[in-house]
């Protein structure tokens, strides 16, 4: 199993980046999948989350209306659109792939992490 994240940068305030998870190793479009991050002395937080269809779609209050989820199941790919970026989402965001296949079996699946820098 791999999740391999790139798109990651320095971007000045205000600028977009786009973020893409690369899954290999399993059936990625029965998967949850969803994006993470993690700044210096925080905790890991969800940035935003899409069902295995996309038919549905969550995100942090953060960053709603600036991020966008989005994935394509015959390329093995989720993006994480960044719009109007602030240095408050600087960080080290991760991609994440969930699949609960009964109430004691979870497959839980962690990328290495791109780290996103936001700064003038």
């Known amino acids: 199993v791999q999740l391999v994240e790139s798109g990651g940068g320095l971007v000045q305030p205000g600028g977009s980046l786009r973020l893409s998870c690369a899954a290999s190793?399993?059936?990625?479009?029965?998967?949850?999948m969803s994006w993470h991050r993690q700044a210096p002395g925080k905790e890991r937080e969800l940035v935003a989350g899409?069902?295995?269809?996309?038919?549905?779609?969550n995100y942090a209050d953060s960053v709603k209306g600036r991020f966008t989820i989005s994935r394509d199941n015959a390329k093995n790919t989720v993006y994480l659109q960044m719009n109007s970026l602030k240095p408050e989402d600087m960080a080290v965001y991760y991609c994440?792939?969930?699949?609960?296949?009964?109430?004691?079996?979870?497959?839980?699946?962690w990328g290495q992490g791109t780290q996103v820098t936001v700064s003038s």
């Open positions: 899409i069902s295995s269809a996309g038919r549905s779609r």
């Open positions: 190793g399993f059936t990625f479009s029965r998967y949850a």
């Open positions: 994440n792939a969930k699949m609960r296949w009964s109430p004691t079996h979870m497959d839980d699946y």
